[in-house]
């Protein structure tokens, strides 16, 4: 039994680590990568660089909010 509460442990603590990871990750992404909702960029007109780092960015963002 102590065994299956030490995996748990293990399994909520990796979550924490990676959750703080994340996050640490998104306030680097707000200093470096560029807003290109402030720019006004149109979705329709971006190059694929630019799709990217919006895709980027809403993985980090999605996954420091879980």
Given at each position: ?66
């Amino acid at each position: 039994m102590s065994a299956l509460l030490y995996v748990v442990k293990l399994n909520t603590n990796s979550r924490l680590m990676k959750k703080q990871a994340f996050k640490v990750l998104a306030k680097i992404n707000r200093l470096i990568l560029p807003s290109f909702t402030k720019k006004g960029l149109d979705i329709s007109k971006a190059s694929k660089f630019q799709l990217a780092i919006v895709g980027w960015r809403a993985f980090v963002t999605i996954n420091s909010l879980n």
